[in-house]
Structure formats: C-alpha cells, structure tokens
C-alpha cells in the first residue's frame, strides 16, 4: 500500500479500496479505531441482577459485561492477568466471581482480582498488591439502556455521540416515548467473509440499493398488509442524517395528520401501538414524529429504530471476516401477543435466515472478494451521490442534511472519521 | 386408516417365525417413514422447491432455535426457548415466502443456486408405536449431515439432529412442526438460504 494514497477524499466522495482489503491498514484500525472509539456492548435488560454478565466483543477482543454488587455495569478485557486465559467462557450466566481455569486466580464481579493461587506461601512477603493485577477495565457509558465501552481513558460519550444521541434516544426508548425495552432474548452470531466497514457503511443509510431487496419486496412480508418488507401505510418525508463525529442515519418525518395502521396484520399490535402512538406524542412532542429508520453509530454499532427494532455490531474477526451480532428489542412491558408477532416479524426480516439480510450479506462478500485484487484495488469507490444536496434542519440538531434521502451522505460522514480517528486526515 | 393400522389390532400377539407382529409392523412403520424423509430431501436436493413444501401441513411450525455456551449446570438449556430469538420460526405462510424468494430469480443469495446435499440418518421413533391412524401424529428423531457448495469455492458443513411431528395423511405423512438444532452458536455459514 502506498502511504501517500489519498485513502478518503471526502470532499469529491472518493474512497481507496485499500481500506477494505489492506492487512496493514486493518493493523492499525485494531488499534486507532477500536483501541479508542465507543463501542457498543450489549444492553442493560441482559443484565438485569447483580452478578449477572454476558460476553460480548470490542473489536476481536473478547469482553465480559456484568452488573456489579453495587448495580453498576462493568466492562472488562476477558484475560486473566497471570497468563491470559480467558476467565469466562459462558455467552452468559450468574455468579460470584470469575475464576481462571489456568492457574486459579479468580476476580470479583466489579474485575477486581480477588485470589491469587498461592498467595501467602509466593506473594504475600515481597508485597504483591492485588489492586494492580485487577480485570482491564473499560470506560462505560449507558443511553437508554443500551451499554457502550471504550479503552481511552479521556473518553467523553456525549461528545462522541453528538446529535447522533437523538437518534438512540428515539430508537430505545418504548413506543410509548418513556417505558423500557428490552432485548429479545439470545444474540444471533455469525460470520461472514466481508471487510467490518462495508457492512456497517451499508447501515449508515445506504438508500440506493433498493435492487438488493427486490425479491423480498415481490413476496412481501411486511407486518401491515405483507407486502414490501415494511408497513408503507403512513407517508414519511426521508432524509439522510450525516455528523461530523462519523455517525449517520436515515431518519423519517412523519406527517402528523397522517393517521398510524402500523403492524395491522396483529389486531393486538395495531392496538397496542396506537396506544403507544398517542402517549408518544404527549410526551415527545414533536419528536414522536422524527423516526430514525437506520443508522450507524461509528464505528460499528448499527440500528434499525422502528421496523425491524434491532441492534447489529460488525465485530471485526479479520480484514476479510466479519462476526455479526444481531440483537431485537421490544417493549419490555408489551403483551405476550405483541412480543411474539414482533418477534416472528424481526426473524423473517433479519439474520442470516432473514429474508431480507441475506441479499446484503452477497453483495458485501463478493464485494470484499471483488476488491483484493491487484487491478481492482487500485480503483477507489464512489461515493458522490448527493454531493451539493446537503443543508441542515432545526429537527436534526448537529447533523448535516441530505433532503433528498438518496444520497451518499453516509459514506461521507463514516469515511471522514475514519480517516480522522487513522490520522489520515491530512489526505482528506 | 392405513392397512396396517387396521390389521395390528387382529394381530396383537401374534408371531412370524417367532418374531411378534406387533413388533414387525413397528419396523414396517419406521421403514415407511424413512422412506418419506428421503424422499422429501430427494425432492429438496432436486430443487423441485414447491414440490416440497406440499409435505408440510398449513399448521407448521418450523423452527431452528440457536444454541449457547453455557455452564455445565445450565447445559440443558443450551438450545434457545420457544419465546427467544431464533435463527428461523416461520409458519407455513413464511416458509413459502422463501420459496418464492428463490423463484423470482433475483434471490441474490441464491442466485445461481446452491449445490445442496442432505444426509438424512438415525432415523426413530417410540418402540411402541406400531400403526398411526388417519391424523394421529408422532415424534421423528433423525439426524442430518448437509453440504452447501455455492458458486465457486464456498461450501458449508452443517450436522445436526431434527425432530419432527409427523402426522398420519392417507397413505403418507405431513410434517406439522420441524424442530432444527446445529452444533454451532456462532453460525459459520454466512446465510440460512436453503433448507433442513
């Protein structure tokens, strides 16, 4: 790879190939990407007693979330600090403490080393200090439920976030506009053989790849009336949502005389919705009509806020493999009948059986695949789509606006912190 | 009623060649339920995907829960609930969205189309069942080994075991729920195109 590349030009909308296919720039995303940015980890209703935890991933690494004797949530590096070993191996569970198959040594639920094998007869006199050999920890910040970590010290979330905090705000909170959600349940995990970025860029708000969906979108299965893969019965002005901290998102304004028939097809969720519609905007406000439809937080936390309610972390595995986690939320306090129906629906929509996900992961495979080459790494992508389009609106505070929807915004905004966050930003 | 669920009651007790008949038309039953399940993965494997669905029955459930790493005292619950997410719980109406999916020709994950093989094996059901009348369901317990190879180099291996409700429809069966469990909980298969 020549370093003299501009990898990001984010003016012209043009990106380098290399930063999907180069080993050496994949080295340095592990460090300067997710060795620093907030990522997200799980979420609280995983957790919900002390001494709970689940494993999760920050970049290839693996990390456990518990919920400490103090109701905290903690994040910490799963090694044991003597030699390494993963101290859990379980996606979840309850107990005290985390013990080392290795050697012994065990840690407290807050990553505090709590017994070290052999201490009184090998430690105890030269005055080992066990506050130095605790768990590493990370910097945890939460947002509605939704638990983010990161490994730089002065880590500030809320300017991490930005304005791109409306967009989780709006995403998870109940359809009520205050109640709790909650996760669905198990984790879906798996791997696909597609650079991270490609499949986290596509979530930022890829609006142009309609085509992928066709055939979904010719069977239907949408919740309302199945046809299409979403309800199409409110008409919603889509825009594109691009800020400066890397995030992005399509985000539909709903026309409030419009009347709501989401999710018809249950007569039990098309009530309880419009229960919900109706609470949401006495205490949203206007906000009840700002959806986020898809976003990317950077760099690699992506969500659905509405149809389907899903959370996918692109967990980079290597510079070609990715594992994807995906998540579904309802509301915590919903009916068993609305719980299911969206269960049903957010299972035929997404994973690697979704029928709607499947076609993505095609084309982002054999566009890794396609791009490696000698030849075909030497010409960048296009991202130009829009480029003049973008203005603002007092809806979106702190995101730059894409009116049209169809744009490229979102490859903009991700690849320019990215550039930033790689100290490529001087080739920008 | 089949044949032999008519004839079993009038040969209760009775031996051929000292084997008891009841016990025969137990090994009759199982034979003619292998032979329905290879036959409905001959019909997969050919891709004569309409075809299949008809060995379904319109109340299916078809489900492939997920399975997790857990301690040893938990290991029992290692295959995800009925209420939990999933990797596919479709019903009938679902099920044959997906072949459609695939019929329109522009299923990009399945176009062109996947080479597929299914390895239907370990095939049982309860020793005392010997005939099913007209509706009456049982379990099926088998194994399956499938391989999936797509365009140029991909493949996937996927084992696991099924458990089926088969219920008794004239001279042959319909499948009315499908329970599918892998040996894997991260799924080392990029997608879950094609079928169980």
């Not at chain 1, 201490?119 to 439920?145: N, P, T």
């Not at chain 1, 008409?235 to 419009?258: C, I, L």
């Not at chain 2, 369901?137 to 088998?142: A, D, I, W």
């Amino acid at each position: 790879m020549n370093a003299r590349v501009k990898l990001v030009d984010r003016q012209a909308g043009i990106v380098s190939r290399e930063i999907y296919v180069s080993e050496e720039l994949y080295q340095k995303e592990r460090e300067r990407v997710f060795g620093k940015a907030w990522l997200y980890i799980g979420h609280e209703s995983q957790i919900p007693d002390s001494g709970d935890f689940i494993l999760s991933r920050m970049g290839e690494e693996s990390v456990i979330m518990t919920r400490a004797r103090t109701g905290e949530v903690q994040v910490m590096l799963n090694s044991c600090r003597h030699r390494g070993m993963r101290v859990c191996r379980y996606d979840e569970g309850h107990t005290e403490k985390f013990y080392c198959p290795y050697h012994g040594w065990s840690y407290n639920l807050d990553g505090s080393l709590a017994h070290v094998t052999e201490y009184e007869r090998e430690y105890k006199e030269q005055g080992f200090d066990h506050s130095q050999w605790g768990l590493i920890k990370a910097k945890v910040a939460v947002v509605r439920g939704t638990v983010w970590a990161t490994w730089d010290p002065d880590g500030d979330f809320d300017s991490y976030l930005g304005g791109a905090r409306q967009l989780l705000e709006l995403s998870f909170v109940g359809w009520d506009g205050e109640g709790a959600v909650e996760v669905v349940g198990s984790t879906q995990k798996w791997q696909i053989p597609s650079n991270w970025k490609i499949v986290a860029e596509n979530f930022a708000g890829d609006m142009l790849h309609v085509v992928s969906h066709r055939s979904v979108d010719i069977v239907g299965i949408g919740p309302n009336t199945e046809s299409g893969r979403r309800d199409a019965s409110h008409t919603a002005q889509y825009v594109q949502a691009g800020y400066a901290e890397g995030h992005a998102s399509v985000v539909g304004f709903y026309n409030d005389t419009d009347p709501r028939r989401d999710y018809s097809a249950s007569k039990i969720t098309a009530e309880y919705f419009q229960d919900c519609y109706a609470k949401r905007k006495r205490v949203l406000g206007d906000q009840a009509l700002i959806s986020p439809a898809v976003g990317t937080i950077f760099p690699n936390m992506s969500f659905h806020g509405n149809q389907p309610r899903t959370i996918l972390v692109a967990h980079p595995v290597s510079v070609d493999k990715t594992e994807m986690w995906r998540q579904y939320f309802v509301d915590r306090d919903a009916p068993r009948e609305v719980k299911d129906f969206l269960r049903k629906y957010y299972l035929r929509y997404s994973g690697p059986a979704g029928l709607t996900e499947q076609d993505d992961m095609e084309n982002w495979n054999y566009a890794t695949n396609a791009s490696k080459g000698f030849m075909a790494r030497q010409f960048p992508y296009n991202y130009a789509a829009g480029i003049g389009n973008e203005t603002t609106t007092n809806r979106l505070p702190g995101a730059t606006v894409e009116v049209n929807g169809q744009g490229e915004l979102h490859g903009r905004s991700m690849y320019g912190k990215w550039a930033e966050f790689m100290g490529e930003a001087d080739h920008v | 009623m089949s044949d032999i669920a008519k004839n079993s009651a009038d040969l209760q007790g009775k031996t051929i060649g000292g084997l008891p008949i009841d016990r025969l038309a137990h090994l009759i039953l199982i034979r003619e339920i292998e032979d329905f399940l290879y036959t409905e993965m001959d019909v997969l494997d050919n891709r004569e995907f309409e075809r299949w669905l008809e060995f379904f029955s319109d109340d299916l459930r078809y489900w492939m829960p997920m399975r997790k790493n857990l301690a040893f005292r938990d290991h029992h619950h290692d295959i995800t609930g009925p209420d939990d997410a999933a990797w596919i719980d479709d019903d009938k109406n679902i099920l044959t969205k997906r072949v459609k999916q695939i019929l329109t020709g522009i299923h990009w994950a399945e176009e062109p189309l996947s080479r597929v093989s299914h390895i239907i094996t370990n095939v049982r059901i309860d020793r005392s069942i010997t005939a099913l009348a007209e509706g009456e369901e049982v379990e099926v317990k088998s194994g399956f080994l499938v391989h999936r190879n797509r365009l140029e180099t991909e493949t996937d291996f996927l084992a696991g075991r099924r458990i089926d409700i088969l219920r008794r429809s004239g001279d042959s069966f319909l499948i009315a729920k499908r329970t599918i469990v892998i040996d894997q909980s991260v799924l080392l298969a990029k997608n879950l195109t094609f079928f169980f």
